[in-house]
């Protein structure tokens, strides 16, 4: 944070205008687990009495896609920084190096990072002593076999000690994975999946309809990228991994509110197929439909480790706890938003696949649409409207590809969609939002389209705090805002009556009392009725990354806050009534709430800034 600001009095004294730069790691405290891993400086030194042994050789034999191995050890000399790396493709010698440029430059003996590691200390208290160990690990199909490495040296100095047979699921190609996302009109769910499957082994395809009926078949599209569509390291060297194929199918004139059950399948070249299990969803109600409907949102998630590999406690503690709480309310959940920073991967490509692994029970069941943040999508000299190195290298491809948005050009994050009575406008803060840029074009059109008769509740949504936030450091700057982050766009929420504004980036949770231009527009803080006043602004960055810090100074608009782990749910009963909740992820009590009572005839009405200054009749 010291940084941070120095770097920002430094841009204050030049003068200079985007000071994005300054502060694109507001959230950035934390390091990739695997990045701690200096695996292009290890070197070979085998042991002849070293063994590693896991078992069962074969896993997945039941169709399972995720389960548990055990890993023996023995090493004569063993010592508390020795450690064990899991390694998918299980070959990983320096044959399967890239070339090297420089002719007097040598080829690493291993130039990939394993996909997890544990220490071999770790539930072996006794290891220093007698040499043996034994491991537990939770492997996720992969599209590859695996093996196991031990090394000693500690992870800066890794020297290869010994490597264990290699084991593989059952069918590695297998449909994996299935992640929802709303297409882009409302009767319309797409499927998005991992498979091995190339289109010249296998047609992708979904086999869908109603529960109960007879089910039809939809095609797939097929994407996938190599090593060159990456922009920098670590996702270009040592963080590469074949992504697989990233299928995506259109499920059509959906009826509206009706369960549908789905498989994923590949019919092959000699006719024979290959299916997922099934799994089901409840389609989307007909916009302006009145009837229950529940929204989960959340910023900065990130991924944990079930088997305490990767040490991710460090980096993303609340990870599996938000995850988890959310899957146990699944019934009582119609779609997720996930705005920005998804899987921390930072360029560790292996990092995705057990990203949707985990995210698996909600994405398979319920919408689970996302947006664009800076560990997505920032890498210099990339478009990018940070010139940072957040992604790893990623610069966005991986989000672009492995999740669905109904946006014109996924290149460009942003993109609305319809839930019944809601709105959502999602925008792209990795890409220029400023007046006159092309994103702030669609969101005003976004805004101003929206029907409010039908959709009373209007939502928008963006990665960094382009509104309101006591974080340190936006205090620190002065304005508790992202530098130019609202000076654009607060006419717009204030002009198309904006219910709620929800970011990501800080990890924590804040609420504003509703506000115009720094004031509090309405005493209120639990319920609110009557004419809209002001848009409320909502900070929910606390669903899994490392917390961030408050400013010592509490605004006199900021009505919650909350330095821990959560995520908000709202529900609208009908089209006047909405109940916000902020729910913790440690347990999924509810520490904020407050409730919207609205009619049609309130959000026409006339306040400051939210009316045309003359109409055709005067």
């Not at 064990?84 to 399967?96: H, I, M």
């Not at 290298?393 to 590809?401: H, N, R």
Request: charged share 20%; net charge negative; proline share 5%.
């Amino acid at each position: 944070m010291e940084q941070s600001f120095r770097l920002f009095t430094i841009f204050l004294i030049l003068g200079l205008t985007n000071l994005g730069s300054a502060c694109a790691n507001i959230g950035g405290f934390g390091e990739q687990p695997l990045s701690k891993i200096a695996i292009e400086k290890a070197t070979l030194n085998l042991h002849d009495s070293a063994s590693v042994k896991v078992c069962p050789p074969v896993i997945g034999l039941q169709g399972e896609d995720t389960q548990w191995v055990t890993v023996a050890l023995e090493y004569p000399n063993p010592s508390a920084d020795d450690w064990v790396g899991v390694f998918s493709p299980a070959k990983f010698n320096s044959a399967t190096c890239p070339p090297v440029d420089d002719p007097e430059e040598q080829k690493p003996y291993i130039c990939s990072a394993p996909i997890k590691y544990k220490y071999a200390k770790d539930s072996n208290p006794d290891y220093t002593k007698t040499g043996k160990a034994s491991l537990k690990f939770l492997l996720i199909n992969q599209r590859a076999d695996f093996s196991f490495a031990l090394f000693s040296g500690g992870l800066s100095n890794p020297k290869l000690v010994a490597v264990s047979n290699f084991i593989s699921f059952a069918n590695p190609k297998a449909p994996v994975y299935p992640r929802l996302a709303q297409g882009k009109s409302w009767n319309e769910m797409t499927v998005t999946w991992t498979s091995g499957y190339d289109i010249n082994e296998a047609i992708p395809f979904v086999e869908w309809g109603i529960k109960g009926e007879l089910r039809m078949r939809a095609p797939a599209g097929t994407l996938t990228f190599d090593r060159s569509s990456m922009c920098g390291s670590p996702a270009r060297t040592v963080g590469w991994r074949d992504p697989g194929f990233i299928h995506t199918s259109f499920l059509k004139n959906l009826w509206p509110n009706v369960v549908y059950i789905y498989r994923m399948g590949h019919r092959l070249v000699d006719g024979s197929f290959i299916w997922s299990k099934f799994y089901s969803f409840r389609s989307s109600p007909y916009p302006g439909q009145d009837s229950l409907q529940r929204v989960i949102i959340f910023g900065d998630m990130g991924k944990g480790e079930r088997d305490g590999s990767n040490e991710y406690s460090n980096y993303q503690p609340g990870a599996l706890n938000t995850t988890d709480q959310i899957i146990r309310d699944l019934n009582n959940i119609d779609i997720v938003f996930h705005i920005g920073d998804l899987s921390y991967a930072n360029g560790y490509i292996s990092q995705w696949d057990q990203f949707t692994s985990q995210v698996e029970p909600i994405a398979s069941t319920v919408p689970y649409m996302v947006g664009s943040g800076n560990h997505e999508r920032d890498w210099p000299d990339s478009g990018s409207f940070y010139d940072q190195n957040d992604s790893g290298g990623e610069c966005g491809v991986l989000a672009e590809t492995m999740f669905y948005v109904p946006a014109e050009n996924r290149a460009k994050f942003w993109y609305s969609t319809d839930y019944g009575m809601f709105r959502f406008c999602v925008a792209d803060t990795e890409h220029d939002w400023r007046e006159g840029s092309e994103q702030y074009k669609f969101i005003e059109n976004c805004l101003a389209s929206v029907d409010r008769q039908k959709q009373p509740w209007l939502i928008f949504l963006a990665h960094r705090v382009l509104g309101y936030s006591s974080n340190w450091w936006y205090g620190q700057e002065g304005s508790f805002e992202e530098p130019m982050g609202r000076e654009s766009l607060q006419k717009l929420w204030q002009k198309y009556k904006v219910d709620i504004a929800f970011y990501g980036h800080v990890h924590n949770y804040e609420r504003s009392c509703p506000i115009y231009q720094n004031q509090c527009v309405t005493s209120e803080k639990s319920h609110f009725s009557g004419t809209f006043k002001g848009t409320i602004h909502v900070v929910v960055g606390g669903a899994g990354s490392h917390l961030s810090d408050f400013s010592q100074v509490k605004p006199n608009w900021s009505i919650y806050r909350d330095y821990d782990y959560g995520f908000v749910k709202l529900t609208a009963f009908n089209h006047t009534s909405l109940l916000f909740e902020y729910k913790k992820s440690s347990d999924s009590s509810v520490h904020d709430s407050f409730t919207v009572s609205r009619d049609y005839t309130d959000v026409l009405a006339c306040v400051h800034d939210s009316c045309e200054p003359t109409t055709a009749a005067s």
